[in-house]
């Protein structure tokens, strides 16, 4: 255990003193809240540009309404104390020209910047019996931004919905309050209290049903992959500056690895917890005191350590076969695919935490650290014999996990030359 | 009372048997050499001596004990390829390898701080490994191997790179350890090292043990048949005589290995030339080896014939 012990603390010293963890520690929070913030600047302030846009109207009804509305959203926005960008419009008449003519020649100022783009609003968008089908076309050669054809269907579909009104000799006035949409709330479920009043239902909170979830699900694959890899890394260099060997005369391999394992361990709850106090922060900040649950941090460092166990011995036992850099790094993308699966099933758990996709998958040793942990955050809550029976399962695959990879660095370690193919590795383990 | 005993050891690895059926004792307080040519088996029965390999067959027993994990923190290893931690400092690296041997960091100051004093190397204990030279580093590869005070040391071409005073500081050191009772398993190339500071000496060849005695038990083995001679007429002259089994040329002296009578030999070598010197000599451990390996590396090299 001494031996184990040492490793482990040496391990430790040269993990934090790493450039992976003070770049983890200290940049990956500022570049996340750099990030964070730039997107808001640029929401808020950075979409100045004066976008024109050209509108074919046959009904000679729309563009007065589209310049008033755009300069009221110019002032608004959303109406969440934020502006909104700046479009402006302008009429292109006919004047007995062909359609196609003039929408080439719009399609050429679009494409010298003379135009944003152009919209077509044809005279049928009025017909009551011929609705189906009709279409307003926007026309850009910028299509990734959304905003300008988000923008145009709510602010025209509204005075559509006037201009019929009036058609149908009703009071356009009437239009915005009868066709008003009524929004649906999600709320959670009624219980009881101990006095015996009814609690009321607590209105879902966005961010518990997808920030956190996902952010704790990040924050254990970043501690897995910020030691882990750095681990096999540090293996390959011990085995060419040939370490191995004087470590190999002071401990048994398996201490060797055990120790190197509690060593990645430690340093990723040091890490997480660096990060969760961060959020936890963060969320107290903004009174978000339900993110707060210290259940699921417990079931976090939990899952933590099963996932350092088991992706820490496999890379372990990769540096430990192979001769160089290049060996190790070619080794490790198998490896590296078992750790992004979870990350591209977890937008099916966010989405659907019960479904059977979601419950096969999160009971597939190598991903439940992850999935399980976003049902876990997830209302409702997994059954709890769904939670023990896949911890047992990772429990399990873990330790095998770490006897394979003890017989891997017992017969890799002092060896040199071409790195061992799957059958010798297997016939390694069974060694 | 043996530091080690080997019982019968066979360690193959595929179709290669790397050591075969071998029996050796290492008595304690002594200084054992272990030689024989690269590839022969010496750093396999070595790594077996440390666990590190476990045998295909037989025993080996350190320090009276077969279970190995106890008896680790009582046998220091310094393999021939050395490994140092770059990043960390002389006096980290140096208590980091005593750690692992279960000493403490205050048990392993004092020897930390006497045997850096010792090798001249004070200056550099809170330097990096990396700002080193081979020499130094060489030096702190052994410091890390004496520091827990082994009962038992394994020292794997401890001088090979070495300068000579650098090479002198380290071989008096290993005496001293010895005078102190510390056993000491020698591995190297160097024979006239072997032969100067070795109680006994094994050497290995293709796996299988082929001397193991004192050096005088060996010599005796080899009989008396060398002489060192010196003529006017040189080499050449020597080499033309049918009692001569083969000529060492070393410059103004030959060393001669015999067929016959080194007295028959002399009385015929008067008569065709003036003889200034000539001395009856045992075979180095150098001629031994040599006389060892050579006809065996002939016979592999010896082309193929095709029938």
Same mark, same amino acid.
């Given at each position: 255990?001494?031996?184990?012990?040492?490793?482990?603390?040496?391990?430790?010293?040269?993990?934090?003193?790493?450039?992976?963890? #003070?770049?983890?520690?200290?940049?990956?929070?500022?570049?996340?809240?750099?990030?964070?913030?730039?997107?808001?600047?640029?929401?808020?302030? /950075?979409?100045?540009?004066?976008?024109?846009?050209?509108?074919?109207?046959?009904?000679?009804?729309?563009?007065?309404?589209?310049?008033?509305?755009?300069?009221?959203?110019?002032?608004?926005?959303?109406?969440?104390?934020?502006?909104?960008?700046?479009?402006?419009?302008?009429?292109?008449?006919?004047?007995?020209?062909?359609?196609? $003519?003039?929408?080439?020649?719009?399609?050429?100022?679009?494409?010298?910047?003379?135009? %944003?783009?152009?919209?077509?609003?044809?005279?049928?968008?009025?017909?009551?019996?011929?609705?189906?089908?009709?279409?307003?076309?926007?026309?850009?050669?910028?299509?990734?931004?959304?905003?300008?054809?988000?923008?145009?269907?709510?602010?025209?579909?509204?005075?559509?919905?006037?201009?019929?009104?009036?058609?149908?000799?009703?009071?356009?006035?009437?239009?915005?309050?009868?066709?008003?949409?009524?929004?649906?709330?999600?709320?959670?479920?009624?219980?009881?209290?101990?006095?015996?009043?009814?609690?009321?239902?607590?209105?879902?909170?966005?961010?518990?049903?997808?920030?956190?979830?996902?952010?704790?699900?990040?924050?254990?694959? /970043?501690?897995?992959?910020?030691?882990?890899?750095?681990?096999?890394?540090?293996?390959?260099?011990?085995?060419?500056?040939?370490?191995?060997?004087?470590?190999?005369?002071?401990?048994?391999?398996?201490?060797?690895?055990?120790?190197?394992?509690?060593?990645?361990?430690?340093?990723?709850?040091?890490?997480?917890?660096?990060?969760?106090?961060?959020?936890?922060?963060?969320?107290?900040?903004?009174?978000?005191?339900?993110?707060?649950?210290?259940?699921? &941090?417990?079931? %976090?460092?939990?899952?933590?350590?099963?996932?350092?166990?088991?992706?820490?011995?496999?890379?372990?036992?990769?540096?430990?076969?192979?001769?160089?850099?290049?060996?190790?790094?070619?080794?490790?993308?198998?490896?590296?695919? @078992?750790?992004?699966?979870?990350?591209?099933?977890?937008?099916?758990?966010?989405?659907?935490?019960?479904?059977?996709?979601?419950?096969?998958?999160?009971?597939?040793?190598?991903?439940?650290? @992850?999935?399980?942990?976003?049902?876990?955050?997830?209302?409702?809550?997994?059954?709890?014999?769904?939670? +023990?029976?896949?911890?047992?399962?990772?429990?399990?695959?873990?330790?095998?996990? #770490?006897?394979?990879?003890?017989?891997? %660095?017992?017969?890799? +370690?002092?060896?040199?030359?071409?790195?061992?193919?799957?059958?010798?590795?297997?016939?390694?383990?069974?060694? | 009372?043996?530091?080690?005993?080997?019982?019968?050891?066979?360690?193959?690895?595929?179709?290669?048997?790397?050591?075969?059926?071998?029996?050796?004792?290492?008595?304690?307080?002594?200084?054992?050499?272990?030689?024989?040519?690269?590839?022969?088996?010496?750093?396999?029965?070595?790594?077996?001596?440390?666990?590190?390999?476990?045998?295909?067959?037989?025993?080996?027993?350190?320090?009276?004990?077969?279970?190995?994990?106890?008896?680790?923190?009582?046998?220091?290893?310094?393999?021939?390829?050395?490994?140092?931690?770059?990043?960390?400092?002389?006096?980290? &690296?140096?208590?980091?390898?005593?750690?692992?041997?279960?000493?403490?960091?205050?048990?392993?100051?004092?020897?930390?701080?006497?045997?850096?004093?010792?090798?001249?190397?004070?200056?550099?204990?809170?330097?990096?490994?990396?700002?080193?030279?081979?020499?130094?580093?060489?030096?702190?590869?052994?410091?890390?191997?004496?520091?827990?005070?082994?009962?038992?040391?394994?020292?794997?071409?401890?001088?090979?790179?070495?300068?000579?005073?650098?090479?002198?500081?380290?071989?008096?050191?290993?005496?001293? +350890?010895?005078?102190?009772?510390?056993?000491?398993?020698?591995?190297?190339?160097?024979?006239? $090292?072997?032969?100067?500071?070795?109680?006994?000496? @094994?050497?290995? @060849?293709?796996?299988?043990?082929?001397?193991?005695?004192?050096?005088?038990? #060996?010599?005796?083995?080899?009989?008396?048949?060398?002489?060192?001679?010196?003529?006017?007429?040189?080499?050449?002259?020597?080499?033309?005589?049918?009692?001569?089994?083969?000529?060492?040329?070393?410059?103004?002296?030959?060393?001669?290995?015999?067929?016959?009578?080194?007295?028959?030999?002399?009385?015929?070598?008067?008569?065709?030339?003036?003889?200034?010197?000539?001395?009856?000599?045992?075979?180095?451990?150098?001629?031994?080896? &040599?006389?060892?390996?050579?006809?065996?590396?002939?016979?592999?090299?010896?082309?193929?014939?095709?029938?």
């Amino acid at each position: 255990m001494d031996r184990v012990l040492t490793v482990a603390k040496s391990e430790i010293l040269t993990l934090v003193k790493t450039k992976f963890f #003070i770049v983890g520690v200290l940049l990956v929070p500022v570049m996340v809240g750099l990030s964070v913030g730039f997107q808001m600047l640029a929401m808020n302030r /950075l979409d100045q540009e004066n976008r024109t846009v050209a509108v074919i109207d046959r009904t000679g009804l729309f563009l007065t309404p589209l310049v008033k509305s755009a300069a009221k959203y110019e002032k608004e926005g959303n109406g969440d104390g934020r502006p909104g960008p700046k479009f402006t419009f302008e009429a292109v008449p006919l004047d007995g020209r062909p359609l196609d $003519a003039v929408k080439l020649e719009l399609s050429a100022k679009v494409k010298s910047k003379a135009l %944003f783009g152009y919209v077509e609003i044809p005279e049928a968008v009025l017909d009551r019996d011929a609705v189906e089908g009709v279409t307003i076309d926007y026309y850009t050669e910028t299509p990734s931004y959304d905003a300008l054809p988000r923008w145009l269907r709510s602010a025209l579909n509204a005075e559509i919905v006037k201009q019929r009104f009036a058609r149908a000799s009703l009071d356009p006035a009437l239009a915005a309050p009868l066709t008003r949409n009524t929004a649906v709330q999600t709320l959670g479920l009624l219980a009881r209290n101990s006095d015996g009043t009814i609690a009321p239902a607590k209105k879902v909170n966005q961010v518990q049903t997808f920030v956190l979830p996902f952010g704790l699900m990040y924050v254990l694959f /970043l501690a897995v992959m910020m030691n882990a890899p750095h681990m096999m890394t540090a293996v390959v260099e011990e085995k060419m500056s040939r370490i191995s060997e004087v470590l190999l005369a002071s401990a048994t391999p398996f201490q060797i690895l055990a120790g190197k394992l509690a060593g990645i361990a430690a340093v990723s709850i040091a890490l997480s917890l660096v990060y969760l106090a961060g959020g936890a922060y963060v969320s107290v900040s903004f009174g978000q005191w339900d993110l707060i649950q210290p259940a699921l &941090v417990g079931w %976090f460092l939990v899952f933590l350590v099963c996932a350092v166990l088991m992706f820490g011995s496999v890379f372990l036992a990769i540096g430990a076969a192979s001769s160089d850099l290049k060996d190790a790094q070619s080794m490790m993308q198998p490896a590296m695919f @078992f750790l992004l699966i979870p990350i591209f099933l977890s937008a099916v758990v966010l989405r659907s935490p019960a479904s059977t996709v979601s419950v096969v998958a999160s009971m597939i040793p190598t991903a439940t650290p @992850f999935l399980m942990l976003i049902r876990l955050a997830l209302t409702p809550p997994p059954p709890m014999w769904q939670v +023990l029976l896949s911890l047992a399962l990772t429990i399990g695959t873990s330790a095998a996990f #770490i006897w394979a990879a003890g017989k891997i %660095f017992r017969i890799g +370690l002092l060896m040199q030359g071409k790195p061992p193919n799957l059958p010798e590795l297997m016939k390694w383990i069974r060694a | 009372m043996s530091a080690v005993e080997i019982r019968s050891v066979t360690k193959q690895f595929a179709s290669v048997v790397a050591v075969n059926d071998l029996t050796l004792a290492v008595p304690n307080g002594s200084i054992y050499g272990f030689i024989g040519p690269n590839g022969s088996g010496k750093t396999t029965t070595i790594r077996m001596i440390m666990n590190i390999l476990v045998p295909d067959r037989g025993d080996i027993l350190v320090l009276s004990r077969s279970s190995q994990s106890p008896v680790r923190d009582e046998v220091g290893y310094l393999p021939e390829e050395r490994g140092l931690y770059k990043q960390m400092t002389v006096r980290q &690296v140096l208590r980091y390898y005593g750690q692992l041997k279960g000493k403490s960091a205050r048990e392993l100051d004092p020897p930390i701080k006497k045997w850096l004093d010792r090798l001249q190397l004070s200056e550099w204990a809170d330097k990096k490994v990396l700002t080193l030279s081979k020499g130094m580093s060489q030096k702190v590869q052994f410091i890390s191997t004496i520091i827990s005070q082994p009962k038992l040391l394994i020292l794997d071409e401890p001088f090979s790179g070495l300068d000579p005073v650098n090479a002198d500081t380290l071989r008096d050191a290993v005496l001293d +350890l010895r005078r102190s009772g510390t056993t000491i398993v020698f591995s190297t190339h160097d024979m006239s $090292a072997a032969e100067r500071m070795c109680d006994r000496i @094994f050497m290995i @060849f293709k796996g299988n043990k082929v001397l193991d005695g004192t050096l005088d038990e #060996i010599q005796s083995r080899y009989g008396q048949d060398t002489v060192r001679v010196r003529t006017s007429a040189g080499a050449s002259l020597l080499a033309r005589q049918p009692e001569v089994e083969s000529v060492n040329d070393l410059g103004n002296v030959q060393d001669v290995r015999l067929k016959g009578d080194p007295q028959a030999f002399l009385a015929k070598l008067v008569q065709q030339t003036a003889v200034y010197h000539f001395e009856l000599k045992k075979p180095s451990l150098h001629d031994i080896f &040599v006389r060892i390996v050579k006809p065996a590396e002939s016979e592999m090299a010896r082309p193929v014939e095709v029938a």
